[in-house]
Nanobody
Framework: VQLQASGGGLVQAGDSLRLSCAASGGTFSRFALGWFRQAPGKEREFVGSISRSGGSTDYADSVKGRFTISRDNAKNTVYLQMNSLKPEDTAVYYC?????????????????WGQGTQVTVSS
């Protein structure tokens, strides 16, 4: 499975962005999907996850209420809608796929990773 993330950019605090991650080379609907981020000098951290069916989602406390993860199995794409962005959201954002049914929060549980897209939020 190949994952291609896009949609990052430079925005101001309070703005919104929508990240997309297109998948190819596998059966998209068989994977739970997730978004992670990594800021300079920090470890990769969980942002959000969506189950195989799309019926369940999970979020890090730091983004809960501001970010929404969704998927379109017909388009083989997962999205991350980010609202009310803060400077501390600045990071490289990665999408990932896990061959499981339910949401997954652990980095080591993911089987495939995209290349990352930079999100920079200025104050």
């Amino acid at each position: 499975v190949q994952l291609q993330a896009s949609g990052g950019g430079l925005v101001q605090a309070g703005d919104s962005l929508r990240l997309s991650c297109a998948a190819s080379g596998g059966t998209f609907s068989r994977f739970a999907l997730g978004w992670f981020r990594q800021a300079p000098g920090k470890e990769r951290e969980f942002v959000g996850s969506i189950s195989r069916s799309g019926g369940s989602t999970d979020y890090a406390d730091s983004v809960k209420g501001r970010f929404t993860i969704s998927r379109d199995n017909a388009k083989n794409t997962v999205y991350l809608q980010m609202n009310s962005l803060k400077p501390e959201d600045t990071a490289v954002y990665y999408c990932a796929a896990s061959f499981t049914i339910l949401t997954v929060t652990l980095v080591r549980k993911y089987d495939y990773w995209g290349q990352g897209t930079q999100v920079t939020v200025s104050s």
